[in-house]
């Protein structure tokens, strides 16, 4: 994956949307009735919680530019909740399809392309079964969990020629985008190691190790299922690609030692019939929450899920407690760690360059019920102190809505074919998709080896995705200035 230095070069612009050229084609199989509605079609596979973002997106302020056609998912009690939804939306309802006929959905529908937000080991399936009918795919991070499944998608998006957009939404954050764009300028030179440090809380963190997330087989482990947001987010503010990873990882908190340390006579298998729920404050009451209700608990009679396992069972299969060093291809050092029990939600990270420091640190609140007593001004801080010079803070950009105001901006980007063209290359495909879950891949790899794993050991043909161009490692740097002496 080596590359000299210079502007990065893509085979592709992907800002443009997805589809470009299926639209007609697709409106024209399907007849007069269809050729005169000029929205694009969309299905969507697995129509959990993660779905909704795009379900409110086509109902709402995409609702002109997008519709969503059909939904497949393995659980009839949430296809009709997607149903009586779109309803209340004043949207028609999408034709329901169970999972066992996604292909004839696709048949069917003839749409231009396919949202996949089923759970990440599943993705690979979808996502190529799509590509192959000729199909164009939006898929959740990660996009995939293994790299045989991360190798056979590339290989399925040269076989096919069809497009995948991975929609990493913490790339159109403001703030983060303002981090890029500050990176970009040279202020602090080309970077030479970075220090990023996640921070899970016990509300939201602890929500992992109750889902189907818990089990690595499934998820990946947080390496691959939520790490693979923070290593796309390096991947991108670097503009480059990964090529070491060496890891540790344990799980020392999420267990049932540590549940008999509060007090517990042990975990059990769920919250909604735990014998001891007025005793343990990681209860989560499923039937307080209207959507948690109809998408999970009134659907367990369908498929036996349980949405609100114990977080202390011992078969639960994934880490709390990580650390990460990644090498890039530039020279460029990563330091990361993610820990999934902390008082307090949120990131800091810092960039060395050769001129001076980037320091950039957000406070989050959980994903369920609870908050951090914090007051606004106070959660975003992006700060850059020069070699040898006076301290700046920056003052950040913010805006409204989930994931820091970066959700309306991606969707933007997704679905409005009048969105500009972005500068900061925020678009992602299969090749950024493949960058960032192969590091958490090789992180789990460590785990188990306890040695080095370099990325193309893991996957062959993985080409450089289209990045801005960066201060490069071989520029003339300015001398800092002369220390004075008293």
């Not at 599943?122 to 164009?136: K, M, Q, S, T």
């Not at 293994?146 to 590339?154: V, W």
């Not at 990644?326 to 949120?346: K, P």
């Not at 950009?397 to 970066?406: E, L, P, Q, R």
């Amino acid at each position: 994956m080596d590359r000299p230095e210079g502007p990065a070069v893509g085979r592709r612009d992907v800002i443009g949307g997805l589809a470009a050229g299926t639209a007609l084609a697709a409106a024209l199989d399907a007849g007069p009735a269809l050729a005169a509605d000029k929205r694009k079609r969309y299905v969507a596979v697995g129509v959990g919680s993660r779905n909704r973002m795009y379900q409110q997106a086509l109902w709402g302020p995409h609702k002109a530019h997008g519709e969503l056609v059909a939904a497949c998912d393995t659980n009839p009690g949430r296809l009709d909740y997607v149903a009586q939804q779109a309803s209340k939306a004043g949207a028609r309802p999408p034709k329901p399809y169970l999972a066992v006929d996604f292909d004839k959905m696709l048949r069917e529908q003839k749409p231009d392309a396919v949202i996949v937000t089923t759970p990440d080991a599943f993705h690979n399936d979808y996502i190529i079964r799509a590509l192959d009918a000729g199909v164009d795919v939006i898929t959740e991070k990660p996009m995939t969990t293994t790299a045989e499944k991360a190798q056979l998608i590339l290989d399925a998006v040269k076989r096919s020629g069809r497009h995948i957009r991975v929609t990493f939404n913490y790339r159109y954050s403001p703030f983060r985008s303002q981090v890029k764009e500050l990176l970009m300028s040279g202020v602090i030179g080309d970077v030479l190691s970075v220090d990023f440090h996640w921070l899970l809380n016990t509300v939201h963190g602890a929500d992992y190790f109750r889902r189907w997330h818990s089990n690595k087989a499934i998820s990946g482990g947080l390496m691959v299922h939520k790490a693979t947001h923070h290593f796309d987010l390096v991947n991108w503010w670097l503009s480059d690609m990964p090529v070491s990873v060496n890891a540790t990882g344990k799980r020392e908190f999420y267990t049932p030692e540590m549940a008999r340390r509060f007090g517990l006579q042990g975990p059990h298998q769920r919250c909604h019939t735990c014998p001891e729920k007025d005793k343990c404050t990681f209860f989560l009451d499923l039937a307080a929450d209207p959507g948690l209700k109809a998408l999970y608990l009134d659907a367990e009679k369908y498929d036996g899920y349980f949405r609100d396992q114990c977080v202390w069972r011992p078969e639960i299969s994934i880490e709390d407690t990580m650390n990460v060093i990644v090498g890039y291809a530039g020279g460029t050092t990563l330091s990361y760690s993610l820990n999934a029990f902390n008082a307090w939600e949120g990131y800091t990270v810092a960039f060395n360059g050769t001129k001076g420091r980037l320091e950039h640190s957000v406070v989050e609140q959980g994903a369920t019920a609870g908050a951090i007593n914090e007051r606004d001004e106070d959660r975003i801080k992006t700060r850059i102190i020069p070699m040898r010079g006076e301290a700046q803070d920056i003052k950040p950009d913010t805006g409204a809505g989930s994931h820091g105001g970066g959700d309306a901006v991606m969707l933007a980007d997704i679905f409005d074919p009048n969105a500009p063209k972005d500068p900061l290359m925020r678009a992602a495909d299969e090749r950024g998709g493949a960058a960032s879950c192969l590091i958490g891949i090789a992180a789990d790899k460590c785990f188990e080896t306890g040695q080095p794993v370099r990325i193309e050991s893991l996957v062959t043909g993985l080409d450089w995705p289209t990045l801005p161009k960066m201060p490069g490692h071989k520029d003339r740097v300015p001398m800092p200035m002369r220390l004075q002496h008293g």
